[in-house]
């Protein structure tokens, strides 16, 4: 595998919290790399149900993202993926505090990419599992495409050179 470029992954980084669904979410990626994510969510009443506790979306949305985010350092430049599935399981229920999401990534192929994400609490106490299974999509949901979204310029390149 070609060498990734650190320049490439904080601006990526940049880039992607600025997103306005990652706003949204107060849902901030803190760091990729090569099989792995990391992403942090301070849980706010705008993350509640009805009942008090997070929404299920919130997590779902959380462990996809930690999910696609593994995956992505280890494909080409040209290359984007699409949720194909992602299976959650609510393991707890939490009303506060920060939840912290891992990120790894089980298998890339092709045209399938898998990985899993876990959500725990401060404590480490898991409250969400969940596996995504995704479609590597040439030319398509690129990070060109998060660019152009985002009316951004060019970022650095993701591999470096001849290294």
Known sequence: MPTLNPQHVRAVIELINQSPFFRHLSMPVKDIGPGYSLVELDIGRQHLNPFGGLHGGVYASAIDTAAYWAVYCELAEDLGLITLDLKVDYLAPVRAGKMVIKGRRIKIGKTICLAEAIAMDQNDKWLAHGVSK??????????????????????????????
């Open 134 to 163: 995704m479609m590597v999509t040439p030319g398509l949901q690129t990070v060109t495409d998060a660019l152009a979204f985002m009316g951004q310029a060019q970022l650095p390149p993701k591999f470096l050179p001849g290294v």
